[in-house]
């Protein structure tokens, strides 16, 4: 049976939701990011709220609406950045329990419309509309406006045979887009993209496949496998093949179990190594216990211990290593992590640390193994 | 273009000396490739992971003419093993396939350029050079080896400790749990020199090492090392850390010393290994007046219970340990005899062989 996958992405989903408290700043740019600004009454002026131009931190933008992204405005950028491009913007802070709510309503809206959901975050899902009767665009406007009544907030959607390609739909027609492609649309709508619109061509693949002349997703589906694997290796490359071509026979996973967990935090100002070592030392030990809280939460143990670490000059690395047994507590994993971050360079100031857990088991298995807490250890300390 | 025309054994043996260190799952497709160099009548054969590199060189009446390519290692070598082993094997390339002909069987392989494969550096300066016998060198890798840790995040473990010293060479491993020591005298006057070896560089010389009195080449120099026997040369990469102090943890002064012959004991530990799991290996070792006994359980209530006579006459001691732990230095020892040092319940044992002080073997007890 052919299938028919849909990809539903929010609008500009935090910025949206913001909009919905403070309607008086309907087309504004408007901002979010930041985390210690206080937040201005509902029914507050428009001059009332704070701009960009009054900022000074360390803080990313979050999300931005249309208006401000026309300004050049993205998510990821620095605020102080961000106020160069537009310095009368608004910025509000984030509110991650308003977007928490927004997205649980929307999700059960599509519900109600099409079951098969895969949660692939807080503002996007893929919806499985192979086994519904009744006309593709009709089900997709339905879904559309089924989230408009629950939420008043404007979604955009793709459908196509698989998520590869819905993933891509869903980006052509935003902000309130419906873009529906058929299998023998392909070629004229996909293959003039750029080959980094597929979800899985990164910026350095991007770059690498440049460097081979290949831009479009008309070159990637032409070039000779042989090249590709030459370059990529052979999993990728036969995957790049098959994306550019339009073959993804992924199912759409509506149950999934948590693959990792993490803990990270940002510095108020860069710490140095060596010179604020029992500082760093207990923001990471602290990260660490979170990371275990958040285990004990999920009931889970974990095999893999990894750390993040951004430098000032915002090179990050990221090491890992996997142990012989799962571990849950924070001593551990405390231990591991300080194991992983004995392999970076430190000699540089740092501005972020993060602590990760992954290869994720079911809690039990961690605590039957407990060979490792019986068997005595040899002491080489001084 | 023909390139040689030789016995199946002729390709096969060198390609199995290099083929070994070749990686299933490779960022760089070429890795999963051997290079080949075929010039005159000398057929050399390389094959690297970028941490360790071997290289092999044997002549024989090859024929055809000089080429140089990169071929899938183990098809190659899959498809030589199964041709019979009296075949006369055939290579060709021909616009960069290699063809393999013997009797009725052909096949054709895809190569890449042997300009694109990645090649190790030899070590620049003189560095530490030694020789010592490939039997010695093999000897004191099986006696201390096993101990050695794996995948543990305490990455300079995953290795073995290298000493050389004067005129003895020394090696070391542990995985935090239990120690083995192992030394041998050489002819040489060096100063101190101590690297880690890599696992994976470890377990290729103890494949690929004869026992007989040959000579093994050792030098050691930056963070590289190079090993060559017969028509090998291994280059290996060295593990970059510092390796814990040893000599902290071999105990002096253990009050008490039990002789045991080492088959029996293996023996009795084997049988008693049954009813342990994989989970949990624990044994306990109780020596009373004259006797040792040793006993282990299941968490299905099983028992088992092995008694040997020993020349011990003090207090009741009840120490428990891995059993594997034990079974690997017995196993890997060839004395007839070893001696066992103990002090109490929560010390370390020392594992020695009479007469000797060559080898030491250190194991922390469990709590069962």
């Known amino acids: 049976m052919k299938r028919r996958i849909a990809h539903l992405d929010m609008d500009a989903f935090y910025a949206s939701v913001e909009l919905l408290r403070y309607p008086q700043l309907r087309g504004q740019p408007v901002v979010i990011g930041g985390r210690r600004l206080s937040r201005p009454d509902n029914n507050a002026r428009a001059e009332d709220f704070a701009r960009l131009r009054d900022y000074a931190g360390r803080g990313v933008v979050t999300t931005a609406t249309y208006e401000a992204r026309r300004f050049g405005i993205h998510s990821g950028m620095g605020i ?24 649980r ?23 499985d509309l192979s086994e519904l009767p009744g006309d593709t665009e009709d089900i997709a406007r339905d879904i559309k406006q089924s ?48 080959a980094n619109r597929i979800n899985g061509i990164g910026p350095k693949a991007a770059d690498k496949l440049a460097g081979l002349g290949i831009h479009s997703i008309a070159e990637l589906a032409a070039a000779d496998l042989g090249l590709l694997q030459a370059h990529f290796g052979g999993s990728y490359a036969a995957w790049l093949h098959a994306a550019a071509h339009g073959r993804d026979e992924r199912p759409v996973v509506t149950s999934s179990e948590p693959k990792s967990v993490s803990r990270e935090t940002t510095f108020e100002r860069d710490l140095h190594p060596r010179l604020n070592r029992s500082e760093l030392s207990r923001i990471f030990t602290d990260l660490c216990m979170r990371v275990a809280d958040d285990l004990a939460r999920k009931n889970v143990a974990g095999r893999t211990v990894g750390i993040k670490l951004r430098y000032e000059d915002f090179q990050t690395v990221t090491r890992d290593s996997t142990l012989p047994d799962p571990v849950i507590d924070g001593a551990q994993i405390r231990r591991a992590a300080g194991e992983c971050l004995r392999r970076v360079p430190l000699d540089k100031r740092i501005r972020l640390l993060g602590v990760r857990i992954g290869s994720l088991c079911p809690r039990s298995e961690a605590v039957a193994s407990t060979d490792a807490a019986t068997q005595g250890e040899l002491d080489f300390s001084e | 273009m023909h390139l040689l025309t030789t016995t199946r054994d002729a390709i096969l043996a060198p390609l199995q000396s290099v083929a070994g260190i070749v990686e299933k799952r490779h960022t760089l497709p070429i890795l999963s490739n051997v290079l080949i160099e075929k010039h005159g009548e000398q057929l050399t054969m390389l094959a690297t992971d970028i941490e360790i590199q071997i290289r092999t060189t044997t002549a024989g009446d090859l024929g055809g003419s000089d080429a140089s390519l990169t071929v899938g290692a183990r098809k190659l070598q899959d498809i030589l093993r199964a041709l019979p082993d009296s075949a006369e094997v055939n290579l060709t390339l021909d616009d960069k396939r290699l063809t393999v002909k013997a009797g009725k069987s052909r096949f054709a392989l895809q190569t890449l350029p042997a300009a694109d494969y990645p090649r190790m550096n030899l070590p620049e300066g003189e560095g530490t050079r030694f020789q010592v016998t490939q039997k010695t060198f093999k000897r004191l890798l099986a006696q201390v080896s096993y101990a050695m840790a794996q995948q543990d995040i305490r990455y300079y473990l995953n290795g073995l400790l290298v000493i050389v010293d004067g005129g003895e060479l020394r090696m070391v491993a542990t995985d935090g749990h239990r120690l083995a020591y192992a030394a041998a005298p050489i002819e040489a006057d060096l100063p101190r020199t101590e690297v880690i070896l890599p696992r994976k560089t470890v377990m290729e010389l103890a494949r690929q090492l004869g026992d007989a009195d040959d000579a093994l080449e050792v030098v050691l120099a930056g963070n590289q090392s190079v090993f060559r026997f017969g028509p090998i040369e291994l280059v290996s990469k060295l593990i970059d850390g510092k390796f814990p102090d040893y000599e902290r943890v071999i105990p002096q002064n253990h009050p008490t010393t039990i002789t045991f012959d080492r088959a029996p004991l293996l023996s009795a530990l084997s049988r008693v290994a049954i009813l342990t799991s994989d989970k949990f290996r624990g044994v306990r070792l109780v020596l009373e007046d004259g006797l040792l006994r040793i006993v ?6 099983e028992e088992a219970q092995e008694e040997l006579e020993i020349d011990y006459h003090g207090d009741a001691l009840d120490i428990g340990f891995n059993v594997t732990y034990l079974l690997d230095v017995l196993n890997n020892v060839s004395h007839e005899q070893i001696e066992w040092h103990l002090a109490d319940g929560n010390s370390s044992a020392l594992i020695t062989v009479p007469g000797n002080a060559h080898f030491k073997y250190v194991v922390m007890p469990m709590r069962i």
């Open chain 1, 80 to 103: 102080m950045k961000a106020a160069q491009l537009a310095p009368d913007a608004i910025l509000l802070p984030a509110d991650f329990d308003a977007y928490r709510h927004y997205s």
């Open chain 1, 105 to 127: 309503l929307f999700k059960a809206a599509v519900a109600r419309v099409a079951p098969l959901i895969e949660d692939r975050g807080i503002d996007e899902i893929y919806i």
């Open chain 1, 147 to 194: 989230v408009r009544e629950a939420t008043g907030l404007s979604c955009s959607i793709g459908v196509s045979p698989n998520k590869l390609l819905s993933k891509i739909c869903s980006e052509l027609d935003k902000p309130d887009g419906l873009t529906i492609l058929q299998a023998e649309d392909i070629q004229t709508r996909i293959w003039p993209l750029p």
């Open chain 2, 296 to 301: 282990s359980s299941n968490n299905e209530q």
